[in-house]
């Protein structure tokens, strides 16, 4: 029996997120969900009077295949996967995780490559195609987050299904004081960051890419980072798990990384040549999101935090590097994770995870959950 909260979803990921429209091509790609939840996107899809197609996929099948994986065997896959996403008009992933630490014992070196390989994929979907990613509600994530499986799906639903529209006048506000600021100044606990994003551009994120969403991404100027930053949100990349991540900057380059697995951790960074220059610069503002649970797309939009990301940048709104690495290292500036300031050309623009502008105040949690 499919729970009425499938629907509720299904109507915001192919209405609000990415508009469908009759005649559309959709696939829907999703990995370790219900197949209720498959059927809710298929039928809320051709209610839009658009074509949907599916792939399934599982975590187990995709860590075998990538034990044995051969460079020969996935360019097939990419060659197949490549001619169908360039028929595509829109994409919905729904990504569920029964054991996020499932890849971690396969060699790094098998994930990197095939990543490489798949990649144009992913940049063909990112750039040609409206889409939205989401994950699935699992045990697993619950236990991240530190609650019942049944008190993680209701805030799930909730934070899944907020009315995003209500960012829109301070995210506009937001978007417009980035687009014309040069230095950001960003200072915390372990942290004294300096860089520039000057004729780089912003973009808001509001329910059309990622749900949950909540953020204004921007990307330094690439050789323009100086200085240090601890991240105090652990973090799960490839596979590992990762806490206080300490990073410092001199022309733009990570020349110095440690982290509970500094070895782990400068082994990723050094993937490439982009993968020790950053590739995004992101605020934060979700008002349901206030803790971490070693889930980016949770953990990127927490309420008081920003992102900077190592790593490939977007094409929009980023500094031309380029990577197969891209890592968003989240740091929360709330008094209860120490504090934090963000400076914008010398004006302090958010303090202590709240912002202070009267126009920004419309992102600050108490207004963006006001009734009414």
């Known amino acids: 029996m499919s729970d009425p909260r499938f629907a509720k979803l299904a ?8 508009e469908l429209k009759k005649g559309e091509r959709v696939l829907i790609d999703a990995y370790d969900c219900p197949d209720l939840f498959v059927v809710a996107l298929l039928r809320a899809a051709r209610a839009r009077g658009a074509m949907p197609y599916v792939n399934l996929q599982r975590s187990r099948i995709t860590r075998e295949l990538l034990r044995g994986a ?24 729904i990504r569920g995780a029964e054991n996020i630490f499932e890849t971690s014992d396969v060699p ?49 639903f909730r934070v899944c299904t907020f009315d995003y529209s209500r960012y829109a006048p301070g995210m506009r ?28 551009g ?57 982290s509970n697995n500094t070895k782990r951790l400068n082994e990723i960074l050094d993937t490439d040549a982009g993968s020790r220059y950053i590739g995004e610069f992101a ?22 935090s920003f992102h900077f990301t190592p790593g490939q940048a977007y094409e929009i709104g980023g500094n031309g590097n380029k990577s197969v690495v891209h890592w968003d290292m989240v740091s929360i500036q709330r008094p209860e994770y ?31 959950l006001k009734k009414g």
């Open 283 to 304: 605020i934060g503002f979700n008002p349901h999101i206030l803790q971490p649970m070693r889930d980016i797309l949770f953990d990127e939009k927490i309420a008081g």
């Open 202 to 258: 912003a973009v808001p994120c509001g329910g059309a890419r990622n749900i949950p969403d909540g953020e204004v991404f921007s990307c330094p100027v690439k050789e323009s980072v100086e200085g240090t930053i601890s991240y105090n949100a652990p973090t799960v990349y490839l596979g590992t798990a990762f806490d206080n991540i300490k990073l410092t900057f001199k022309a733009g380059k990570i020349v110095e990384a440690t």
């Open 108 to 156: 790094a070196s098998q994930v990197q490559m095939v990543t490489k390989i798949l990649k144009p994929i992913q940049e063909y979907r990112v750039n040609k195609t409206k889409w939205v990613l989401i994950r699935w509600p699992t045990p697993s994530m619950a236990q991240q987050a530190g609650l019942s499986t049944e008190a993680f799906e209701d805030f799930f």
């Open 11 to 18: 109507d915001v990921l192919t209405g609000f997120s990415i």
């Open 173 to 200: 506000a937001l978007t417009t004081l980035m687009n014309r600021t040069d230095s950001v100044h960003i200072k915390g606990p372990g942290t004294d960051l300096r860089f520039s994003i000057k004729g780089i």
């Open 70 to 93: 051969l460079a020969e065997q996935y360019q097939v896959t990419a060659d197949v996967e490549l001619a169908r996403m360039q028929k595509m008009d829109a994409y919905i992933a």
């Open 338 to 368: 120490g504090g934090g300031e963000i400076w914008f050309d010398g004006k302090l623009i958010r303090q202590d995870g709240l912002f202070v502008p009267k126009s920004l105040q419309k992102l600050n949690p108490a207004e963006l």
